[in-house]
């Protein structure tokens, strides 16, 4: 098996299933609500996971929130800073056109709640312009999402400008940073936001756990009520899960110059290579600064999704560009934005390399492109 889809979800770090089969072998199994021991021991280990995510981010350890997915921690973001916004009256919201679903989600619920949106649409090189983000910060916004990488092209935004232009204004900003962990320094000194959301499974940690960064000086409303983490998420907290999370992001975070070095060379011989012996085959945001470890490729006369199947029968494990809702295959809104025509976003596929990648994966998945390309287009004809 090749498994070229770390952006989807990366493979669980040994270390953190060493720490995840220990906690649930153990005795401790205490809420960390109670008071008597088992409790306080079970509060312990929250408290060290929630300074360890704050070390890493560069804020109070109070800032880290604990939730159950980057989407949610996406929703929370946007919908419950809506809902405590300091002036009511303010009910712009700015955001772009190439955000994960599960922000454009939220989006749209406070769309349906009396909210302005503006979506700004990128350039063709997937990269939305700062000057069209701040244009659209006009006196009546109020919230501003910008994601500090993509997630299917790995374009990375201009979020560090936008975040400074938000705080000169009164603006809330929030940065879906979920494709940016183990991948560029994730530093708030770096983005000033206000808001910032994480996804474990993307960096080694295991699915089902999240974090939202949320200022101290900022409110948000529940989607869950209760008074765990802060009141902002009700429920008994998953403390092996929050651990789990804590370590991934520090081993990632500490790997993070050796990683990035090589998988950029890795990625950038993949794209040559490719692109020199296939074709027809152009890279999707190659214009744009992006993420190391991420390659969108259009090949011209090609359905990716016959050729990601042709790459699974290999066991050459990618992602589409596309997806597959109630049995018709949209083409991706990312790809769309970035002004390509149906056709060709549907014959994109996203390659995302990680830690475990090496030379021989670029090579086996070069020869494989270099088979099936020719063959999946003349089926296409």
Not at 266 to 277: P, S, W
């Amino acid at each position: 098996m090749t498994y070229w889809d770390y952006n989807a979800a990366a493979p669980i770090r040994a270390e953190v299933a060493t720490l995840l089969s220990r906690a649930f072998a153990s005795s401790g199994y205490g809420n960390a609500s109670s008071v008597h021991q088992e409790g306080r021991a079970a509060r312990a280990r929250l408290d060290a996971a929630r300074a360890q995510v704050a070390r890493v981010l560069g804020c109070e350890p109070k800032e880290v929130s604990f939730t159950g997915s980057g989407s949610e921690a996406d929703a929370l973001a946007l919908v419950g800073a809506w809902h405590m916004r300091p002036q009511p009256e303010r009910r712009r919201v700015v955001t772009s056109a190439v955000e994960h679903p599960a922000l454009l989600g939220a989006v749209a619920q406070l769309e349906r709640e009396g909210a302005y949106v503006v979506r700004v649409a990128p350039g063709p090189d997937g990269r939305v312009r700062e000057a069209d983000m701040l244009e659209a910060l006009t006196p009546d916004a109020a919230l501003c999402s910008l994601m500090w990488a993509n997630n299917e092209t790995g374009v990375l935004q201009p979020a560090r400008e936008v975040a400074l232009a938000c705080r000169q204004r009164g603006v809330l900003f929030h940065t879906d940073a979920v494709q940016a962990a183990g991948k560029v320094p994730l530093s708030l000194r770096e983005v000033d936001a206000d808001l910032l959301s994480l996804s474990a499974h993307k960096f080694g940690g295991p699915p089902g756990v999240g974090v939202l960064m949320v200022r101290k000086s900022v409110d948000v409303r529940a989607l869950t009520p209760g008074h765990q983490e802060g009141g902002r998420r009700g429920g008994t907290q998953n403390v092996p899960y929050a651990e789990a999370l804590a370590l991934a992001l520090a081993l990632a975070d500490a790997e993070l110059t050796e990683t990035t070095a090589r998988l950029t060379t890795l990625r950038d011989a993949f794209e040559r290579e490719v692109t020199a012996r296939l074709p027809g085959v152009h890279i999707n945001g190659g214009a744009a600064p992006r993420v190391p470890n991420t390659s969108n490729l259009r090949f011209d006369g090609v359905e990716g999704e016959a050729l990601l199947i042709a790459l699974d029968l290999e066991g050459i494990c990618v992602s589409s560009g596309a997806a597959c809702a109630s049995g018709t295959l949209t083409p991706s809104h990312v790809l769309r934005a970035m002004g390509l025509s149906p056709a060709q976003a549907r014959g994109s596929l996203r390659f995302s390399m990680g830690p475990g990648t090496t030379e021989a994966d670029v090579a086996r998945v070069v020869d494989a492109l270099v088979r099936h390309v020719p063959h999946v287009r003349a089926l296409a004809g």
